[in-house]
């Protein structure tokens, strides 16, 4: 016997809230207003995935048009992170048609998109929108259920590649109809029952569900990586965004294996493109990492195979998930759009910030300021440091010159993991502005600038790197008053220098800031005129430098230039979501393999209190 049909309900048929109507799509191009006008809807029957038929009515009372009408998004493929132009005016005409003008912005994909419009190689057009009313028409002979949408709201319009035809399945086209298979339903065989249990309806919605989810994965997948031909293949295919992103992986693992490695690539491992790199997100990173975020690691598919792929390049296994040099390396151009516009109104190109994480961290670290950086390094590295210089002499007629050459000797480096934490509340990584990301960056390149400014300078060598203060060789001078040296001792550190020969033009002074206002208090010499702090934030005559890493009683005087700084490898991300569970917030533990060399300890001088 037949299984019992259950009625669909106004949420089953909201639930496919998106339809295609084959009428005429785009009805005329105007290049210079960057607009078309398109026929977004019509009163034709459409027949829903789960045996029933849908028809908008298309009179004035039946639509509401005011979203539309105020700035309603116009979107690529449905992708509310694809706003492309924005809805001038939409309107029902007398042929039980919905048209609209459209008007195209002027970022990159809004661009791409026109060009295709205009070249007849976008033409499908499919709406979005809200019931808020439905009844049921009539039940044909064929168990066919006719509903009529009597009041229905359009939210946005889409130009699509493959239309939501629900016919045929979202992203399938009809030669593939019937490959799509319905799920087996489960048959509830209970006790004294002589006909088996179906909710058809439930099945057909979840299996409907699924079809959608999975083409919309795709196609967004596609979009952020720049291979949105791929993604319609693997939709059409039926396969799945894990096969996908496999494909991608292997795709910049090919990438990065076709030619032989040069400096540059020592900095891009694993091949990204521009357009990946720009995508990477530290939010999604996070979000992956906290074990309360149940759709995290989804979301984050790509980045962690990025992450795999370069912990394997780089022979190292991450304890957390590694963040590739290319991301930290790469200028990150922020953008912004219309205020209040929905969905970002990402609709015009503006520079907000362009900064690499690298850059961000050099901000935050005096240290890396002011000596000579190293990235991207792989194993451990000798740096050549001169012993003596060559001698010169004074050489007759018809002598030959003694032989004398300098001694040269060798600087060791070694990564040492350096780590530092931050705390992020779970609300702020909910959110997607790009504002917050570049928050989120700069907080963690804040809390590991800071811990690797003290290394640099106070670093023991014990199990961390080695900083100024404890290097053999620099110079030393004694303050007669903790936290009140006076010019003349300030100056003294210039001497010491000099006399080793190594002092250089580029010197500068570096202290904390309660040392600064000493200086900026106290007078050179008793009873004259000028303090020892100068015109242009100058002592002596030479530049300086505040980080409250420095003790206040300490000073640092030199050519920092002579200090190397070297990075490996990528940033190892980690997070503890226990510690501060109770106040909603995780403990983000930045890693990064850092070590410091100082080339010639004469270069430097310490300034310390009287013991």
């Not at 502005?433 to 640099?456: H, Q, Y």
């Not at 020892?532 to 300490?554: H, K, L, P, S």
Request: hydrophobic share 40%.
């Amino acid at each position: 016997m037949p299984m019992p049909k259950k009625k669909p309900t106004i949420e089953n048929i909201r639930e496919f809230s998106r339809a295609y109507f084959p009428v005429e799509a785009v009805r005329a191009v105007d290049e210079d207003k960057r607009t078309i006008e398109v026929a977004f809807s019509s009163d034709a029957e459409a027949e829903q995935w789960w045996r029933t038929i849908l028809i908008l009515e298309h009179s004035n009372s039946a639509v509401r048009l005011e979203r539309l009408n105020n700035g309603g998004a116009v979107l690529f493929n449905h992708n509310r992170d694809a706003h492309i132009g924005v809805v001038e005016s939409a309107r029902i005409d007398a042929d039980g048609k919905g048209r609209a003008v459209l008007r195209f912005g002027s970022g990159k994909l809004a661009e791409e998109k026109f060009n295709d419009v205009r070249d007849g190689i976008l033409k499908h057009i499919s709406v979005g929108f809200d019931i808020h009313e439905v009844k049921l028409v009539e039940t044909r002979d064929d168990d066919l259920d006719v509903y009529r949408a009597t009041d229905w709201e359009p939210y946005e319009i889409s130009l699509v590649t493959i239309p939501l035809d629900s016919s045929v399945g979202v992203g399938r086209d009809h030669t593939k109809q019937e490959e799509r298979q319905m799920p087996v339903p489960k048959i509830d065989e209970g006790k004294g029952s002589g006909t088996p249990s179906v909710d058809e309806s439930a099945v057909r919605e979840k299996a409907m569900a699924d079809e959608r989810n999975r083409a919309d994965s795709l196609l967004k997948l596609g979009r952020e990586y720049n291979a949105p031909d791929d993604a319609e293949k693997f939709v059409r295919e039926g396969k799945t965004p894990d096969q996908f992103r496999q494909f991608l992986l292997e795709s910049l693992d090919a990438r990065g294996k076709a030619t032989a490695a040069t400096p540059d690539e020592m900095n891009n491992p694993i091949g990204l493109t521009e357009r990946e790199i720009q995508n990477y997100s530290f939010i999604k990173v996070l979000r992956a990492l906290d074990p309360s975020n149940r759709n995290g690691a989804r979301e984050a598919g790509f980045e962690l195979e990025v992450s795999e792929a370069a912990a394997k390049k780089m022979g190292r296994e991450a304890k957390g998930i590694m963040v590739p040099p290319e991301v930290l390396m790469a200028k990150r151009a922020y953008t912004t759009g219309t205020a209040g516009a929905p969905h970002g109104g990402h609709t015009v190109d503006t520079t907000l910030m362009s900064s690499s994480f690298i850059e961000m961290l050099r901000n935050f670290c005096l240290m890396m300021q002011l000596g000579t950086k190293l990235a991207g390094l792989v194993g451990d590295i000798d740096i050549p440091k001169q012993i003596a210089g060559a001698q010169g002499y004074v050489v007759g007629e018809n002598e030959d010159t003694q032989q004398s050459e300098g001694d040269i000797g060798q600087i060791h480096m070694n990564p040492t993991t350096v780590g530092a934490y931050s705390e992020v509340s779970r609300r702020l990584l909910m959110q997607s502005s790009m504002d917050v990301e570049a928050f989120i960056r700069a907080d963690l390149a804040k809390a590991l600038g800071l811990t690797t400014d003290r290394l640099g300078i106070y670093g023991t060598g014990v199990n961390e790197p080695l900083g100024i203060m404890n290097t053999t060789g620099v110079n030393l001078i004694t303050f007669a008053t903790a936290l009140k040296p006076t010019y003349a001792e300030i100056v003294q550190m210039e001497s010491e220098i000099s006399a080793d020969n190594a002092d250089v033009m580029s010197m500068l002074y570096v202290f904390a800031a309660r040392m600064r206002g000493h200086f900026k208090t106290t007078l050179k010499f008793p009873g004259t005129a000028g303090t020892i702090w100068e015109t242009g934030n100058t002592i002596n005559g030479y530049n300086t430098g505040v980080t409250n890493q420095m003790a206040n009683e300490d000073a640092l005087f030199g050519n920092f230039a002579d200090m190397i700084i070297g990075m490996w490898g990528g940033l190892d991300l980690m997070v503890d979501p226990y510690s501060k569970s109770k106040s909603g917030c995780l403990t983000v533990v930045a890693m990064q393999d850092v070590d410091f060399a100082i080339r010639h300890g004469e270069s430097f001088c310490v300034g310390k209190k009287a013991a």
